[in-house]
């Protein structure tokens, strides 16, 4: 069948989305439109991807005559983040036979402080033929938000583990400057609790090193943070990397700061190369990790007890039991199902 992928932009963990199912999905054709900025696509996903990048705004006549275009050549319309939830859930009405598929990425959302939007969302989520939470708390935010509906299911993300573990034995550029390395994998955006984590670092020594991998519009104010705390020479900005599971191999343990995750990928990939991860006790993480490897939301004390404690375990077997569930073969079932189902 021929798939195709809507998001406004493509980065983080909605790229490493796609990417995981165009890679592990047989023989379907798998195209991929986006408005805004996208990251950078690996090489095997993009034999696999036909990308339409369109270079008009979203509301623009020429935008959307491609966009109908697209959805035109596709069966499945597999659909990504607002707006093109609003926009997609709208367009379905001119597409009979078309599957219209959404998945939510995040249990929260600024939208979900408008309760005039209850309704409306009530509305736009009920068109889509299935709407996949990336795991059971960003479901039960959604239900909780909208009320039950028989449209909404529940796959977790998966990774393709044993690629994840090939690659995080490549020779790479990355010279720890210190006896410990902790690594948070991230956009550099405003639901991650970066300050938490920054101010745990005030707590250590010079034994421990942070590295922070990923780009995004905090870049400016994380670097403002690290001069007010006095982290310049214990913290590393390494922006975007191709070399992620090598980078979380490398390191002591990883880190997932943040106010809430739909699904916690980083956190897999940490733990399939055999890296403990620690993330804040929210959803969409608390679903992946046992409460020892918890530490409570804005505590950076907590934070740094926790680093020093599992900065000195190898935890390196258990990390990678913990993961058997997530592989990427598993979720590529769950969804071709719900292509065909809808289809059907």
């Known amino acids: 069948m021929k798939i195709l992928h809507i998001a406004s932009e493509c980065n983080g963990g909605v790229l490493s989305f796609i990417e995981n199912l165009a890679l592990n999905i047989s023989d379907d054709q798998m195209m991929l439109l986006t408005f805004g900025s996208i990251d950078k696509i690996s090489e095997l996903a993009k034999n696999k991807i036909k990308i339409i990048h369109i270079p008009y705004k979203i509301y623009s006549i020429k935008a959307f005559i491609i966009l109908f275009r697209a959805i035109n050549q596709a069966e499945v319309v597999h659909v990504h983040l607002f707006p093109m939830l609003y926009i997609c859930s709208v367009l379905k009405s001119f597409f009979r036979g078309k599957t219209f598929v959404y998945t939510e990425h995040?249990?929260?959302n600024n939208r979900r402080k408008i309760k005039q939007l209850r309704n409306i969302e009530r509305i736009i989520y009920r068109n889509y033929d299935k709407?996949?939470?990336?795991?059971?708390?960003?479901?039960?935010?959604?239900?909780?938000w909208i009320g039950p509906m028989d449209n909404i299911v529940t796959i977790y993300n998966g990774v393709d583990l044993n690629l994840i573990r090939q690659q995080s034995l490549q020779s790479i550029d990355f010279h720890p400057y210190a006896n410990y390395t902790i690594t948070m994998v991230a956009?550099?955006?405003?639901?991650?609790?970066?300050?938490?984590l920054l101010k745990?670092?005030?707590?250590?020594?010079n034994n421990y090193h942070l590295y922070l991998v990923g780009e995004g519009?905090?870049?400016?104010?994380?670097?403002?943070?690290?001069?007010?705390?006095e982290l310049v020479d214990k913290v590393s900005l390494l922006g975007y990397r191709s070399d992620v599971p090598a980078i979380l191999n490398q390191s002591n343990l990883s880190v997932l700061s943040s106010y809430g995750e739909g699904f916690g990928l980083a956190i897999i990939e940490s733990l399939a190369v055999g890296t403990i991860c620690l993330g804040?006790?929210?959803?969409g993480i608390k679903d992946i990790l046992d409460s020892e490897y918890l530490f409570e939301l804005g505590d950076s004390k907590m934070l740094a007890e926790k680093i020093i404690k599992y900065c000195n375990l190898d935890l390196s077997e258990k990390c990678k039991n913990m993961v058997k569930e997530y592989d990427v073969n598993k979720m590529v079932k769950l969804y071709k199902k719900v292509y065909n189902n809808a289809i059907q």
Request: proline letters at 0%; one cysteine or more; hydrophobic letters at 40%.
């Open 280 to 283: 804040s006790h929210v959803s």
């Open 200 to 205: 745990s670092f005030t707590l250590l020594d």
């Open 217 to 229: 519009d905090l870049r400016k104010a994380i670097q403002d943070m690290i001069i007010k705390y």
């Open 106 to 108: 995040a249990s929260l």
């Open 131 to 144: 709407v996949v939470g990336v795991s059971e708390s960003c479901s039960e935010a959604l239900r909780a």
């Open 187 to 196: 956009r550099l955006s405003s639901d991650k609790d970066f300050e938490t």
